[in-house]
């Protein structure tokens, strides 16, 4: 039983840190270098996809990333 507790809370905090470290990127997306941009945006779709089908992704992504980007906010 404790075995299960310790894998429960390391899957846990694995999520915590791939949850904050996207964060993290996306509130720096506007300082990092396009080329940077381009490397993750692209590997986030890669990473996101589920199947050879989901091309819906790179569009919801592309369009969260000028949603939030702070070049492209609405003021």
């Known amino acids: 039983m404790l075995g299960q507790a310790n ?3 390391g899957d846990d905090a694995i999520t ?3 949850l904050v470290l996207g ?3 996306t509130d720096l997306w506007s300082r990092l270098p396009h080329e940077l941009q ?3 945006f692209e590997r986030a779709v890669i990473l996101g996809h ?3 089908r989901d091309e819906s992704l790179r569009e ?3 369009k969260f990333l000028h ?3 702070a070049r492209t ?3």
Request: charged share 30%; hydrophobic share 40%; net charge positive.
């Open 7 to 9: 894998k429960t809370s």
């Open 16 to 18: 915590r840190y791939f």
């Open 23 to 25: 964060a993290a990127a």
């Open 38 to 40: 381009e490397l993750l």
């Open 50 to 52: 589920k199947s050879e």
């Open 60 to 62: 919801q992504l592309a």
């Open 67 to 69: 949603d939030h980007h």
């Open 73 to 75: 906010l609405t003021r």
